[in-house]
C-alpha cells in the first residue's frame, strides 16, 4: 500500500525573521530624496515626450500645409470620379 503525503503546514515567519531590505537600512531622509528625484526625472521625461510630440505634430501641420499649395500633388490625390458631381 502507498503512503498518504501529508501536508504539513507552513512555518510562519514573523517580522523579525525576515532579512533586511534596502528600503530599511537606508536613512529615510536618503529615501525621501531618492523619491523626490525620482519624481522630478519623471516630470522631466513627460515634458520632453510631450515637447517631442508638440514639434512632430508642428512639422505634419507645415508639410501638409505645403502639400495643400502643391497643385501636382492635390491633382494626384484627388478624387477623379467627376460623375458624381455632375
Not at 525621501?32 to 508642428?58: F, M, N
Not at 502643391?70 to 484627388?78: A, I, K, V
Amino acid at each position: 500500500m502507498a503512503k498518504k503525503k501529508r501536508n504539513m503546514p507552513a512555518p510562519s515567519a514573523s517580522q523579525a525573521d525576515k532579512p533586511a531590505t534596502l528600503k530599511d537600512l537606508l536613512n529615510p531622509e536618503l529615501l525621501q530624496k531618492l523619491k523626490e528625484t525620482s519624481e522630478t526625472l519623471k516630470a522631466s521625461e513627460a515634458e520632453r515626450l510631450e515637447k517631442e510630440r508638440q514639434e512632430r505634430e508642428a512639422a505634419r501641420a507645415a508639410e501638409q500645409k505645403r502639400r495643400d499649395n502643391d497643385f501636382e500633388y492635390l491633382l494626384e490625390n484627388s478624387d477623379m470620379d467627376w460623375k458624381r458631381y455632375k
